[in-house]
């Protein structure tokens, strides 16, 4: 039975192309300023975030080496995670009018657009390689690049699976329940604060209970790993990798399940 | 013997109409707990069965509301039975209704090749065929323009030249031979009338008996979601026509 879908994923394996290929073409089409955009934002909400609270957490004797590339790391990997799936979830309420008219494997829109918003993510990337260049070069910091560097991409592909996982089950629930785009949006401011990204769990000063419920977000994990490589050249705590792996797979086969389940019940609802 | 393309072996589709449109989960878990749930269980088809063999070009005919979009609908795949099963072998090109995979902010060549991939056909084939798509619709002066700019018309002739272009083992029209001028109803059905000889299936529902006499050689009549007759299309329209006037 596996084995049928695969046959079909590969068959409309076309269809992934070139929806991923129009949802980046079509980002920047009718954009003034285009893909600089993709390296403005990160650059000018990083700059934000640094004047407002650099005073508070930002203090480089706390153990947090570069401010700005702190947040830069965090900032990243959480827009990605919240744009990822955001449009994953209005993927297929999205294609209504496709869906009701053509066969089409109805997963294939949610997969679609997290690839397409990686790509996005991977030239935002960019703004991290320049701000990490610029500091090495014209200020002495402790910043270095070591062999543990490259394992950057090990957290990145987790936060892809992330997202696919997650938008993958929002997909599904936008079908059924149109106000899960608007708790969701609030969902992700949510997810902006308890997510370690302005600050360091240790500077809080919460209870033990509250850190633990800090540390379960899958995106601390991520995060967490990313930096180490990143910021601090360092290898990451085995537990942040298989926590959030796990976290991942398990939303995959959460979200692959309610596909199965309930795909051919969409169009009732579409 | 010329073998079955398409066999509908005892189909029913059901519906639930809600009283009211149940859409978010506030409402749902209220009237979940307040055991207010109620379905209003409607059949829009119900032991449906016929089979269709290649080559054989079967008119559907019924008033408004008889099921026969429904059915079109559970061959092309775009819905399931409720009850019983369908056997399709071979590649469907459905014309439920002409530009359906289109995006409206991508350009009309842009389009080709997604509408082409959502029938499950590479980037290289469709290349292929790109010059005679160009040709049958006649928009070569705007094809790189965006299709939201198109008028209706336009949209249809590229729907309808591309579905035709990529050569379907089987081609399923929904009244859309009534659509457009009068040029491109004559330049349609010479098309259509092309690739029955080469052996396409055709499942054609109409409204318009004279069409469905010219172009099918069987049919069959639905009524509330059940058939009432079947037989070559000469019968059967006779049949219509009767009900018709009838009324």
């Known amino acids: 039975m596996l084995k049928k879908y695969f046959k079909n994923f590969y068959k409309y394996r076309f269809l992934l192309q070139e929806i991923v290929r129009k949802n980046i073409k079509l980002q920047y089409r009718d954009s003034v300023l285009g893909i600089l955009w993709t390296f403005l934002q990160p650059l000018l909400t990083t700059i934000i975030l640094v004047i407002v609270f650099g005073r508070v957490f930002g203090r480089s004797d706390d153990g947090v080496v570069n401010y700005p590339i702190y947040l830069l790391c965090g900032r990243l990997i959480y827009e990605f995670y919240s744009q990822a799936t955001k449009r994953a979830m209005r993927s297929v309420t999205g294609s209504a009018s496709v869906i009701k008219k053509v066969y089409v494997p109805k997963y294939i829109y949610p997969l679609a657009n997290i690839i397409s918003m990686f790509v996005t993510f991977l030239i935002s990337l960019s703004v991290l390689v320049c701000m990490m260049a610029y500091f090495m070069i014209f200020t002495d910091s402790q910043l270095r690049l070591t062999i543990f560097t490259p394992l950057f991409i090990v957290p990145v592909l ?15 629930l936008a079908v059924f329940f149109k106000d899960i785009e608007y708790l969701y949006d609030v969902f992700c401011m949510l997810l902006f604060y308890i997510t370690p990204i302005f600050y360091q769990l240790g500077q809080l000063k919460l209870p033990k209970a509250f850190n633990m419920m800090l540390m379960a977000n899958p995106l601390y994990s991520i995060v967490s790993m990313f930096r180490s490589c990143v910021l601090f050249g360092e290898m990451w705590n085995w537990n942040w990798f298989w926590y959030s792996l796990g976290f991942s797979l398990l939303m995959i086969l959460i979200g692959m399940a ?6 051919d019940k969409f169009i009732l609802y579409l | 013997m010329p073998k079955p393309v398409i066999v509908v072996d005892n189909v029913s589709i059901m519906f639930n109409l809600h009283s009211e449109k149940i859409d978010n989960m506030k409402e749902y878990f209220i009237k979940l707990v307040t055991r207010k749930l109620h379905f209003n269980e409607f059949w829009a088809l119900t032991d449906v069965s016929f089979t269709v063999e290649q080559g054989e070009r079967l008119g559907v005919l019924g008033f408004n509301g008889a099921g026969k979009s429904t059915l079109l609908k559970v061959i092309a795949g775009v819905m399931k039975p409720t009850k019983g099963s369908i056997a399709v072998s071979g590649v469907i090109a459905p014309l439920l209704e002409l530009g359906a995979g289109f995006d409206m902010n991508y350009s009309g060549k842009e389009n080709i090749f997604l509408y082409g991939a959502t029938m499950g056909y590479s980037r290289k084939y469709i290349e292929s065929k790109y010059e005679s798509i160009i040709e049958f619709s006649e928009l ?11 008028s209706s018309g336009m949209r249809a002739r590229l729907g ?9 083992q089987i081609l399923i029209l929904d009244e859309v031979l009534s659509v457009g001028d009068a040029k491109f109803r004559v330049k349609s059905e010479a098309k259509i009338k092309s690739m ?17 006499r010219r172009l099918c050689s069987k049919a069959i009549l639905l009524e509330k979601g059940k058939i009432t007759a079947r037989g070559t ?15």
């Open chain 2, 140 to 150: 070569r002066d705007f094809i790189d323009v965006p299709v939201k700019n198109y």
């Open chain 1, 258 to 263: 309610l596909f199965y389940k309930k795909q």
């Open chain 1, 158 to 172: 987790i936060a892809l699976l992330l997202c696919v996982g997650v938008g993958m089950i929002l997909s599904v």
């Open chain 2, 160 to 168: 309808f030249a591309i579905a035709t272009a990529v050569e379907p």
């Open chain 2, 196 to 212: 029955f000889d080469k052996g396409v299936t055709v499942i054609f529902v109409s409204h318009n008996t004279d069409q469905v």
């Open chain 2, 233 to 247: 299309a000469a019968e059967v329209c006779d049949i219509y026509d009767e009900l018709v006037k009838k009324k």
